[in-house]
T-cell receptor, first 108, second 118 residues
Framework: AQRVTQPEKLLSVFKGAPVELKCNYS??????LFWYVQYSRQRLQLLLR??SRESIKGFTADLNKGETSFHLKKPFAQEEDSAMYYC??????????FGQGTTLQVKP | DAGVIQSPRHEVTEMGQEVTLRCKPI?????LFWYRQTMMRGLELLIY????????DSGMPEDRFSAKMPNASFSTLKIQPSEPRDSAVYFC????????????????FGPGTRLTVT
């Protein structure tokens, strides 16, 4: 079955601390993985996709096929990073399968 | 491009009334998706279209929900009759078809419609 699991509903860290938002997936083929971010009362927007291998706003994510994971990391959290983060995957249908989301709270 | 456009942004209605949500995808996109977001269930895919044809409506919760895409630039999601448990934020999103030569199925989301059914 195709599934995305984000085990933490809420992750709370202090400003300047490292952040890792976990994402594990289940998919039989070669999926495309994404991280979307939703700031308070705003639309979802793409943060990262694994095929781009880029760093956005200091965030990086590496696809680990052996562990079927796509964890999102940032070495030093900022208050403006506080948001809801969704991990998602798609196969060859165009349909995105989202995880349940993790709320990141960065405290001053 | 203005991105994906949704209307209305907010809708408050009474139980039993018909509600129609509207979406205009990004021009040139081949896929259109309707999602529902609630605190309890997160983001749920309701239905999606490819080239105006519904492909998967398995997420539509009940017969009270229906969606149409009469042309490439417009889609509606209708709830009739509405119930308080339908209160949620409804997002529309669009994306390219990989057959057009694009490399990614990245989806672009609209601002959402916040629906409150009393």
């Amino acid at each position: 079955a195709q599934r995305v699991t984000q085990p933490e509903k809420l992750l709370s860290v202090f400003k300047g601390a490292p952040v890792e938002l976990k994402c594990n997936y289940s998919y039989s083929g070669s999926p495309e993985l994404f991280w979307y971010v939703q700031y308070s009362r705003q639309r979802l927007q793409l943060l990262l996709r694994h095929i781009s291998r880029e760093s956005i706003k200091g965030f990086t994510a590496d696809l680990n096929k052996g562990e079927t994971s796509f964890h999102l990391k940032k070495p030093f959290a900022q208050e403006e990073d506080s948001a809801m983060y969704y991990c998602a995957l798609t196969g060859n249908t165009g349909k995105l399968i989202f995880g349940q989301g993790t709320t990141l709270q960065v405290k001053p | 491009d203005a991105g994906v456009i949704q209307s209305p942004r907010h809708e408050v209605t009474e139980m039993g009334q018909e509600v129609t949500l509207r979406c205009k995808p990004i021009s040139g996109h081949d896929y259109l998706f309707w999602y529902r977001q609630t605190m309890m269930r997160g983001l749920e895919l309701l239905i999606y279209f490819n080239n105006n044809v519904p492909i998967d409506d398995s997420g539509m919760p009940e017969d009270r929900f229906s969606a149409k895409m009469p042309n490439a630039s417009f889609s509606t999601l209708k709830i009739q009759p509405s119930e308080p448990r339908d209160s949620a934020v409804y997002f529309c999103a669009s994306s390219f078809d990989l057959s057009t030569g694009r490399e990614s199925y990245e989806q672009y989301f609209g601002p959402g419609t916040r629906l409150t059914v009393t």
